[in-house]
């Protein structure tokens, strides 16, 4: 039964970085057809995608949060993690990792990114000084 | 502000039938998905490529695609089924996910 489970500091400074590691067990992280996100929610609000990483280290983050995203994988440690860089208050939220599904089309032979069909737990974060 | 336009908030008795909307100009061109987030949990998906079931999905809950407009349906509400629903779909590039400004579901 594969797993995903998040984990990093729950207290952030204003303008730090906030470095968030997703440890996926059960399964190697290289296995299937898959790809791994972040997604957080902010209390009150709903849900955002920050971004995803693929098995080949390529990512893509949301241009709403300005270049302030790194996304990496460590398929050594069955990890991928996410770098989000001088946050504010407004980055405290609860943080999800996840994992996406990438379907085959069989009869044009592309693949599409699909639903994020499994996720970690959460972990809450707080920017305050 | 949301490219995916959800409805903020709907309440039904048990047994009922509960619709839950979700508006956009990329529904056409684009598969949708659906999440249920129960309080203090984290989100589970329910629907993906617009109407599939996950295995270990209810079968009460089902999704439907008109054209700008995707609707999941929980057919029999049950009290378990209260929470936060959230759609979600690529924007107009295919390139990044948006989510819906979720619908929060009160059963009665």
């Known amino acids: 039964q594969v797993q995903l489970q998040e984990s990093g500091p729950r207290l952030v400074q204003p303008l730090q970085a906030l470095p968030l590691t997703c440890t996926v067990s059960?399964?190697?992280?290289?296995?299937?057809?898959?790809?791994w996100a972040w997604i957080r929610k902010p209390a009150g609000k709903g849900l955002e995608w920050i971004g995803h990483?693929?098995?080949?280290?390529?990512?893509i983050d949301n241009p709403s949060l300005e270049g302030r995203v790194t996304l990496s994988i460590d398929t050594s440690k069955n990890q991928f993690s996410l770098d989000l860089r001088y946050v504010t208050a407004a980055d405290t939220a609860t943080y999800y990792c996840?994992?996406?599904?990438?379907?085959?089309?069989?009869?044009?032979?592309?693949?599409?990114?699909?639903?994020?069909?499994?996720w970690g737990p959460g972990t809450m974060v707080t920017v305050s000084p | 502000s949301y490219e995916l336009t959800q409805p903020p908030s709907l309440s039904v008795s048990p047994g009922q039938t509960a619709r839950i909307t979700c508006s956009g100009d990329?529904?056409?061109?684009?598969?949708a998905y659906w999440y249920q987030q129960r309080p203090g949990q984290a989100p589970v998906l329910l629907i993906y490529?617009?109407?599939e079931r996950p295995s270990g999905i209810p079968g009460r809950f089902s999704g439907t695609n008109s054209g700008t407009t995707v609707t999941l349906t929980i057919t029999g509400v049950q009290a378990e089924d209260e929470g936060d629903y959230y759609c979600?779909?690529?924007?107009?590039?295919?390139?990044?996910?948006?989510f819906g400004g979720g619908t929060k579901l009160t059963v009665l």
């Open positions: 996840a994992r996406g599904a990438i379907y085959f089309d069989y009869w044009t032979g592309n693949t599409s990114d699909g639903a994020f069909d499994l």
């Open positions: 059960g399964d190697s992280i290289t296995s299937g057809d898959y790809y």
């Open positions: 990483v693929y098995r080949s280290g390529t990512f």
């Open positions: 990329v529904l056409p061109d684009h598969y």
């Open positions: 490529k617009d109407s």
């Open positions: 979600q779909a690529p924007d107009t590039s295919g390139t990044y996910w948006m």
